[in-house]
């Protein structure tokens, strides 16, 4: 049974660095076939996608986020993590992490999720 | 980037209803859309992909259909489970963009 946990920072001051972990058990990260993704959700609000690695250490950053985020693998850990840099309030969400299916040459349906993690960034 | 956009953002439904929820994409995109549900607190769960697609385990009361820019997602039956935020999401572009969510109530 697949199963993703995030971890990191639950409270980040402004203009600093964000980090988080996904530790996934139940398959290996370097199978072929999938992605890993990270997507936030801020309070009351909607679902944005944030950037996926893929099992080779590709990476893809949304381009609203591109110049901030940093996405990688830690294959001994069989785990990825992600780092936003230069946070600020609007930063503020429930970050999941989420792995995402190859299908058709996509790599877009992401059909397991991570609990979530909220991360508040104040001073 | 592809903007969804879903009607009506919220929706309020008597036990045994025909749900549908609508999306719309801001452009062609096949059939590369994912259907989500969400409850209160909990992650996103994906139900339909492939805009058709019945994801593994969900009841089959979920039906996706559309293709092009226009998507639906009916619930034959409502059941008092099935109360939930309902995100589309298209994957035929990067970046991955998700529409703003419907809102679910039971009357």
């Known amino acids: 049974q697949l199963q993703l946990q995030e971890s990191g920072s639950g409270l980040v001051k402004p203009s600093q660095t964000l980090s988080l972990t996904c530790a996934v058990s139940?398959?290996?990260?370097?199978?072929?076939?999938?992605?890993w993704s990270w997507i936030r959700q801020p309070p009351g609000q909607g679902l944005e996608w944030i950037a996926y690695?893929?099992?080779?250490?590709?990476?893809y950053y949304n381009p609203s986020l591109k110049s901030r985020v940093t996405m990688s693998l830690d294959r001994s850990k069989n785990q990825f993590s992600l780092k936003l840099s230069s946070v600020t309030a609007a930063d503020t969400a429930v970050y999941y992490c989420?792995?995402?299916?190859?299908?058709?040459?996509?790599?877009?349906?992401?059909?397991?999720w991570g609990l979530g993690a909220l991360v508040t960034v104040s001073s | 980037d592809i903007q969804m956009t879903q009607s009506p953002s919220s929706l309020s439904a008597s036990v045994g209803d025909r749900v549908t929820f609508t999306c719309q994409a801001s452009?062609?995109?096949?059939?590369?859309l994912n259907w989500y549900q969400q409850k209160p607190g909990k992650a996103p769960k994906l139900l339909i992909y492939?805009?058709?697609n019945l994801e593994t385990g969900v009841p089959s009361r979920f039906n996706g259909g559309g293709s092009g820019a226009d998507f639906t997602l009916t619930i034959s039956s409502l059941q008092p489970e099935d109360i939930a935020t309902y995100y589309c999401?298209?994957?035929?572009?990067?970046?991955?963009?998700f529409g703003q969510g419907t809102k679910l109530e039971i009357k």
């Open positions: 989420a792995r995402g299916r190859d299908y058709d040459d996509t790599l877009g349906i992401f059909d397991h």
């Open positions: 139940g398959d290996s990260i370097s199978s072929a076939g999938y992605s």
């Open positions: 690695i893929y099992h080779g250490g590709s990476t």
């Open positions: 452009q062609d995109i096949n059939y590369y």
């Open positions: 492939d805009a058709s």
């Open positions: 999401q298209q994957y035929e572009n990067l970046p991955y963009t």
